[in-house]
């Protein structure tokens, strides 16, 4: 066995810190890596957490680890940020509240931004869990920020998808509701003891005897968790959760269901895949070779337009395969 | 000229409508309909407005209709959803609030939200613009939620990006402000008569000063914005704010930047285009064939892995191709 493959499954941390920034940083030898690495993964629960900025999704996530832990099951974090294109890992601070972990051996905490760009950070994400994944880790985290499609897309490698919400977070709140309603196995209304979490509790018991999913056999629960302020509540309400957690992973094991995600999970891993096969080095010569410039400034001066171009680099791109 | 051209270029609305309608929903002739249309666009001004939900973009776009009318300039609206890909429209609620410019026939709104699966929203939106400029709206304004890396690709469509900011939005603000950092050319703090908007304006003052952006002769301008239920401040605050936009698009005029930024458009168009041209194609005829399913089960029970079967595409893909 490859040795780097070898100490990440030991459960080396520093192997398995260097590939993760490897696939970070895009660097051409990580996807080969993982192609070795996945054999060893798979056995991991996901579990993905999302919700608004400022929803208080690594407070709980934090609370999450000690729950896990007191049921001596390792733990693997990635929180995912994908507003840092510009500024590289603002999450850091999510980080340094996650430090009292840090002394565990059974925890291990990584965060993941987007560099670069062409995209792909949903891909990384995915790499990076296979890497805990592949640790050995019991259950594995995904934290990121549920808006677009491509977080949407992270919170997709997850087996069992809690939503947080909190109350009197403005009317475009009813916004990201609908968004999530379909992905979301479990909702926590966090910061319960504030103004407005009763009704909220109301509006989205109703949407979801509204939802179809229900007839599915698995109704998505609504934790309630009060401020982290009061450590007594805070605690047995993210007990709660933890339990809750545990019992969507039997339903999904019970009902045939696990095996359902797992199969989505990798349809979305190749099609991933294919875009670093295909669509990478066809962009990346084209930015080399300058081409790219010279038909965009054709285009920009309306000499030509995209989809022309487009067909016109497709066409180059066969006939130099074909002449291999 | 085809008689769809001539009428979206005649103005028509019922015209243009449809064929934002077929690029939403990824009708295939609507990529060719782009493509005769596009000779017919490069003249509008495109202003880009983001921030995170509730900050009251729409409110703000609506006041920025009234005023860029009353300086008797066309405008077209792109109210773009990414987090619809699930419920089909959520910003419903904006285009009502818009309403009073129905009658104008000077406005056009229209709003634009994810539908299937393979993405593309950003190609879509940019398509949707094109469709008003091709209407020979002067002024387009695009309006959406300024989180992920799909948002940011959108927002890239426009010529000045406008981000908006609230007081009080909790500490991951913090993350909002570092990702719309790069992107911004004026900054809106809105409902500035809420507790914490001077502090607000020190900390964003304080980051542009050190920001490296201030050096290329443009620095983003901070332009506050009371309450909408202050009719009087408020739509002083707003004419403030398109002339600011005005005094922008000329600094973009006057110093080059204009065509820089239409050329990084142009690539941005390059490889949307390249995406439908060769990867929907390949993922259409892989999921019709039921190849995708059969090596998603493969890759479920650790079989095979994403990569190997990713080069295993590609490779049959480009045999079939030279078989042609």
């Not at 009060?226 to 933890?242: M, Q």
């Amino acid at each position: 066995m490859d040795s780097t493959i070898k100490k990440i499954c030991e459960g080396d941390v520093r192997t398995a810190s260097r590939l993760i920034r490897d696939i970070e940083d895009k660097r051409p030898d990580a996807n080969t890596k993982i192609k070795k690495l996945y054999a060893h993964t798979g056995k991991s629960f996901i579990i993905g957490i999302t919700g608004a900025p400022g929803a208080g999704k690594s407070t709980l996530t934090d609370a999450l680890i000690t729950e896990f832990r007191k049921l001596n099951k390792t733990v693997g974090v990635l929180a995912v940020d994908p507003t840092s294109p510009f500024s590289g890992g603002a999450i850091l601070g999510d980080r340094i509240r996650m430090q009292r972990h840090a002394e565990d051996s059974g925890v291990f905490v990584r965060s993941l931004a987007t560099r670069g760009a062409l995209g792909g950070l949903s891909q990384a994400a995915g790499n990076a869990i296979h890497v805990m994944e592949a640790m050995g880790k019991d259950i594995i985290i995904v934290e990121t920020v549920g808006i677009g499609q491509q977080e949407i897309d992270i919170i997709n490698h997850a087996h069992s998808v809690v939503v947080v919400l909190v109350p009197g977070m403005g009317d475009e709140i009813q916004t990201m509701k609908a968004g999530l309603m379909e992905i979301a196995d479990i909702f926590v209304i966090n910061k319960a003891n504030r103004a407005g979490a009763g009704q909220l509790q109301t509006e989205l018991s109703t949407m979801l005897n509204l939802s179809p999913q229900t007839a599915d056999g698995w109704k998505p629960p609504i934790v309630a968790v009060g401020d982290a302020f009061e450590p007594a509540t805070f605690s047995e309400n993210t007990a709660e959760l933890a339990q809750t957690i545990e019992e969507h992973h039997l339903y999904l094991k019970q009902s045939g269901k696990l095996t359902e995600r797992m199969h989505r999970k990798a349809m979305t891993e190749i099609k991933d895949a294919l875009s670093s096969c295909l669509m990478e080095p066809l962009l990346h010569s084209l930015i080399t070779s300058g081409e790219l410039e010279k038909l965009s400034e054709k285009i920009k001066n309306r000499k030509s337009d995209p989809y022309t171009a487009a067909e016109e680099i497709t066409e180059k791109f066969f006939q130099k395969r074909r002449g291999k």
